[in-house]
């Protein structure tokens, strides 16, 4: 599975961006696509996930600022960022599960200026 993600960039404290995400390759069985985010010094965590039935997940300091989705016919999962804090710099890792196996985006810089 090829994992080809996009829209990060630098922000002000309080913007917006959207990640993109596109899955290819072999994807027959893709299940639970998600976001996770690396800050420097940091391990990486879960940002949001979300089924290939629609169910969503975040963690506790995104929720309410943060909406995932997906185009199932496009294979592909968003992220929508809003009011976003310096807190939130991160390399933002796209993740996709196919049966048991996980696949891996390239990352994508998201920096927030304060």
């Known amino acids: 599975v090829q994992l080809v993600e996009s829209g990060g960039g630098l922000v002000q404290a309080g913007g917006s961006l959207t990640l993109s995400c596109a899955a290819s390759?072999?994807?027959?069985?893709?299940?639970?696509m998600g976001w996770y985010r690396q800050a420097p010094g940091n391990q990486r965590e879960l940002a949001a996930t979300i089924t290939i039935s629609g169910t969503t997940n975040y963690e506790d300091s995104v929720k309410g600022r943060f909406t995932i989705s997906r185009d199932n016919a496009k294979n592909t999962v968003y992220l929508q960022m809003n009011s976003l804090k310096p807190e939130d710099t991160a390399v933002y890792y796209c993740n996709a599960k196919v049966f048991n196996s996980n696949s891996w985006g390239q990352g994508t810089q998201v920096t927030v200026s304060s």
């Open positions: 390759g072999s994807i027959f069985g893709l299940n639970t």
